[in-house]
């Protein structure tokens, strides 16, 4: 089956290992969709959170093949397992004095805060799951969007289920 | 105690127990060489192309299962060595592989001689490092050792920066090592080994094929001993031959596109495959919908990676398979399967491998013969395509490590590197390379290396003049149109070539006069009488001699299974080929 993949992953900290991981992608021909990496509370271990479109069967391979690089402490498919996802989006929307309020009002309602304001324009700051991040561009898209930051999501699980963490490692 | 790390890199070689290593020194690994210099353990040998470095250490590896040992020079030296690591890398073969690199300081500024060699080698390594702090050399060489040997085997690059090489270091090599994202599974799970001798015990037709896991693991006795008490017949892949002798009447001969009719039938009529550290490669299954349509599938591996690859395994182990084996016989018992047993001994005598048996010089009488005349005492290695078919077909190999070729990459060029490894490896044991035409070129340089240390290397040139298997291919599949496959071709030749056959240009190199060019007795016979005589002749002499055998030059590797095609479907000739491209 054909669908949207969340993997974490639990990696070593240090050069090469994100181009090693990427490459496992690229030469079956996917593409990432989205990326995150950060380090953890142990600085040697670095977190990832991948996101990739496939089939349930090349995915479970390419999980095994994550398993096997030794630069690689621990992968866990967050697919099916209750979990908590988020993404930060920084959008610069044009946004003269006149109309300046009711984008306002508009980002109250997303929890949204403003980060910065210039003479035309206001910087805005999201965070949420995918499709309130989705949903947010598309009503801000008629007042001209300039630019726009995504982080690509952080996933963890919920919970103390053990079987989703990562730990430590 | 204090040193350079030039010095500690030779210290530690002697720690793991190196005592050869293959190699071509260049501007920023003189440091090491010059560490190496009159070293009394460790015998370096210089090759005349960084590929036959590394696939003499592949060689040497091989033949003895213990890690190979390849030193080369940043740039030019490292990535010379890639095609020797992806095969390695596709044969499961331990490897350390030490890459010079330019200094730290001037990484990244595209130096003399400077590539990115763990960017280059990362797809074609099982790991590799760079050491960037001359204090974390002590424990990156201990894990590269590590890493290569145990496991799954592969090829581990270290890339170490001149600077590393020259820097003072305190010395203080770890006994152990620990990995945190590296803990291969020995022992398989007690539970999955129970599922599977329950399942074999009410398998009416049940099938073994074993691959190059059971001589990785040194599983051919376990393996052996299992066959003998529950009678299962067994194929091996090409990587797998030798893990059981080929003499046994269980065995049924190699399975796959160049297998025994015998073989492939038993894999499409199975009810039970038990696969043991071997992959479900594309050339063993052919059409994979079709392939053992009415088995179920026992898979054991170290790699879990391999399980559920392209076959979705019913009972999967993940461990070493001589662990596993010796679990399995305590639960073995004799299996009630004469039906079985004879349907396969009627295929066996309805489809012997053959070969037209005339007055022509057939390559495939050839490897007969020079099975005949060493009586099988011998490590045979291949290049790649028909003669490395031929000898897979008509050489019976009777124990592990007596067979060393070029599987999963199929590298044209890699026989005659890998014998100096293995003879390096055994000084007293005969060592063949059966080669072709074509691929003997691809590392002919060799032969000076061969000569200069007086190994007693025999090489056997299956000369057709042509780059044999794509011709074949050509022949069945493409209306014998010989595009860019005749090695007799030279400018004076027509477009289209109609008609090979006695006009055509005289072959060069003269294969004989080369061998003496490089110090090696030359042969060349063109007569299937003077066969026995040459070889026996080649035997008594302990110099290297290079053999040509002027073959027959349209042979065909049969039997075949067409790409694509189920297991069941083999083609024998052009016709069968015609009549396959038909249906």
């Known amino acids: ?145 300039q630019e726009i930051a995504r982080t690509g999501r952080v996933s963890i699980s919920r919970g103390m289920s053990k079987a989703g963490g990562l730990g430590n490692g | ?52 470095a590394i696939h003499a250490a592949d060689g040497y590896a091989r033949s003895t299962g213990k890690t190979g040992v390849c030193i080369v020079t940043s740039g030019p030296g490292a990535t010379n060595i890639v095609t020797g690591l992806a095969t390695a890398y596709m044969d499961s073969v331990p490897i350390v592989a030490l890459t010079g690199q330019v200094p730290t300081s001037i990484i990244g500024n595209d130096a003399f001689q400077e590539a990115d060699t763990t960017g280059i080698t990362r797809p074609v390594t099982k790991h590799n490092f760079i050491v960037k702090d001359p204090k974390e050399l002590p424990i990156i060489m201990k894990k590269a ?24 270091i305190d010395f ?21 080994i129970k599922r599977i001798m329950e399942t074999i015990k009410v398998a009416r037709r049940p099938l073994i094929y074993a691959g190059g896991g059971i001589i990785t693991s040194s599983a051919s006795e376990e393996l052996h001993k299992f066959v003998k008490i529950t009678g299962i017949p067994v194929t091996l892949t090409l990587m797998g031959l030798g893990a059981f002798p080929a ?39 052919g059409k994979l919908s079709m392939f053992a349509p009415d088995a179920r599938f026992i898979h054991i591996d170290i790699d879990p990676a391999s399980i559920s690859k392209n076959v979705v395994i019913d009972i999967p182990v993940v461990g070493d398979a001589k662990h596993i084996l010796r679990e399995m016989i305590q639960q073995a018992e004799k299996l009630d399967i004469q039906d079985w047993l004879t349907e396969i001994a009627r295929w066996k005598k309805e489809h012997p491998l053959a070969y037209q048996n005339d007055g022509t010089l057939r390559p495939q009488y050839i490897v007969e013969q020079i099975d005949k005349v060493t009586d099988g005492n011998v490590i045979v290695t291949t290049e790649v395509g028909q003669n490395q078919m031929w000898t897979a077909q008509f050489f019976k190999f009777t124990r592990p490590r007596q067979l060393i070729t070029s599987g999963g990459l199929g ?26 035409d074509g691929s003997i070129q691809m590392n002919i340089q060799e032969m000076a ?33 010989y595009s860019a496959t005749c090695l007799r071709r030279d400018g004076r030749c027509p477009e289209e070539c109609e008609n090979p056959g006695e006009n055509c240009p005289p ?40 053999i040509e055998f002027i073959v027959n030059p349209e042979e065909n590797v049969t039997p075949m299974v067409p790409a694509g095609a189920p297991l069941n479907k083999m083609i024998s000739s052009k016709e069968d080929a015609q009549n396959f491209l038909l249906a």
């Open chain 2, 172 to 192: 203080d090599y770890p006994e152990k090592v620990t990995i945190p994202g590296y803990n291969p599974t020995i022992r398989g799970n007690p539970r999955q």
């Open chain 2, 411 to 436: 590298t044209m060029g890699y026989g005659l590197p890998a014998a100096i490894g293995a003879q390096f490896a055994h000084p007293n044991t005969l060592v063949f390379d059966i080669a072709g």
């Open chain 1, 1 to 145: 089956m054909e669908r949207e993949h969340t993997i974490a992953l639990l990696v070593e900290n240090k050069s090469g290992v994100l181009a090693h991981i990427a490459g496992l992608f690229s030469g079956r021909g996917f593409n990432i969709k989205e990326l995150s990496v950060g380090e953890t509370e142990n600085p040697e271990y670095s977190r990832m959170t991948i996101v990739v479109q496939g089939d349930d069967q090349i995915v479970e391979q390419i999980k095994k093949q994550l398993n096997k690089f030794i630069d690689v402490i621990k992968v866990i498919d967050l697919t099916n397992i209750p979990s908590v996802h988020r993404e930060i989006i920084l959008i610069k929307v044009k946004a003269q004095p006149p109309r300046r309020q009711e984008i306002f009002q508009i980002v109250e309602v997303f929890k949204g805060k403003i980060v910065d304001i210039s003479q035309s324009s206001l910087t805005i700051e999201v965070t949420g799951i995918t499709e309130k991040i989705e949903a947010f561009v598309a009503i801000l898209k008629p007042y001209g969007i």
């Open chain 2, 145 to 168: 050792f590590y890493i290569a040997h145990t496991g799954r085997p592969g090829p581990v690059v270290v890339d170490l920066p001149k600077d590393i090489l020259t820097a003072e």
């Open chain 2, 507 to 546: 072959y060069i190199p003269d294969f004989v006069k080369l061998a003496e060019a490089y110090s090696a007795v030359g042969m060349r016979i063109e007569k299937k009488s003077d066969v026995e005589g040459a070889l026996h002749e080649a035997v008594k002499v302990k110099k290297p001699v290079l």
């Open chain 2, 1 to 52: 105690m204090k040193m350079t790390g030039a010095k500690a890199i030779v210290e530690i070689l002697h720690r793991e127990k190196v005592s050869i290593a293959f190699g071509i020194p260049g501007g920023v690994v003189i440091p090491l060489y010059d560490a190496l210099y009159g070293d009394k353990q460790i015998k370096m040998v210089v090759t005349k192309h960084e590929q036959g």
């Open chain 2, 247 to 285: 003499t046994e009447p269980e065995f049924l001969g190699m399975l796959g596109m160049h297998g025994t009719k015998t073989a492939n039938y038993a894999v499409h009529r199975c009810d039970l495959l038990i696969a043991i550290g071997s992959r479900f490669d594309d050339r063993i299954t």
């Open chain 2, 449 to 481: 290396t061969i000569s200069q240390h007086n190994l007693p290397i025999k090489i056997a040139i299956l000369n057709n003049g042509y780059l044999g298997m794509v011709r074949q291919w050509q022949e069945f599949f493409f209306g014998r149109r």
